[in-house]
C-alpha cells in the first residue's frame, strides 16, 4: 500500500513541477488537470470517496473551463 | 488466486497511465498533450471501477460516475479553446 | 461460472487499454494516436466496466450506467481535440500518404 501511494505522489509531484516550468500556458493548464486525476486516485486510496468526488468534479471539469476562458482574455504564450 | 488477478490488472492499467504520462511529457506541441491526458483519463476510469471490486465497496463507483461524465468538459474545453471558439 | 466469464471479459479489457495506451506512446502524429487512444480504450474501458459489474452481479446496473456514459462521451471528446488540432494547424507526420481535407481545400479554390 505504501508503496502505492508514495508512486502515486511521485507522478503527482513531476506533473504539478512541469507546470511551473511550461512556456505554453495552455500546456500548464492541461498539467494541472493531470495533477487533480492523480490527486483523485491518492484520495481514493486514503479511503475518503467524498473527497476524491468533489476533487474529480472541481479539478477536472471547472478549473479547465474557468482558465480557458481567463486565457481567451489574455495571452498564451508568456515569454 | 482471486488476489494475485486483482493485483496483475491494476498494475497493468497502472502502467497504461505510466505510458500516457511519458507522451504527456515528451509531446512537441499542446494538442498531444491533450489526447495524452484524455486516454489517462478514461483508463483511470476503469481503474477506479476496478479499485471498487478490490476494495469491495460500492461507494466507491460514484467517484467513476462522477469522473465519465465530468472530465468530457474539459476536454470540450481544452479544444474549445484550440479552435479559438470559447 | 459467472466470475470466470467476468474474468476473461475483464482480462481482455485491461488488454486493449493496455494497447491503446502503447499506441498513444508508440504513434508519430496526433491523429494517428488520437485513433489509436480513443478507439482502443473505448472498447478496452467498456470491457472491464462490464466485467466487473458480471462478477458482482449486484453492481451490474451501476456498472452498464458508467460504461454508456464512456460509450457516449469518449467519441464527442476525441472529436473536438481532432477538429480543434486541424484548426490550429498541426501538421500530418511526413510518412502519411493521403490527405482528404487538403485535396477538398483545393477544389474549392479552383471551383
Known sequence: ?79 | MSETFVLVLLSAAGLGVLLCLIRFFKGPTAPDRAVAVDTACTVTTALLVFMAYYFKRQIYLDVALVYAVLMFIGVVAIARFLERGI | MLPLIGKIVTSSGVVFLLLGSLGVFRMPDVYNRLQAGTKCTTLGAFLTIVGVGIMEPAWFWKTLVIAVFILITNPISSHAIGRASKKSGVELCDRSVVDKSRDFEEYESNL
Do not use: H, N
Not at chain 1, 488537470?33 to 474529480?56: G, K, N, T, Y
Open chain 1, 1 to 79: 500500500m505504501i508503496v502505492i501511494v508514495t508512486l502515486v505522489v511521485a507522478l503527482m509531484l513531476s506533473a504539478a513541477v512541469s507546470a511551473l516550468f511550461f512556456k505554453d500556458l495552455l500546456s500548464a493548464v492541461i498539467a494541472s488537470c493531470l495533477v487533480s486525476l492523480f490527486a483523485s486516485i491518492l484520495f481514493l486510496f486514503l479511503q475518503a470517496p467524498d473527497v476524491a468526488m468533489a476533487e474529480a468534479s472541481i479539478g477536472a471539469a471547472l478549473i479547465t473551463a474557468v482558465f480557458m476562458i481567463a486565457l481567451r482574455r489574455t495571452k498564451r504564450y508568456e515569454e
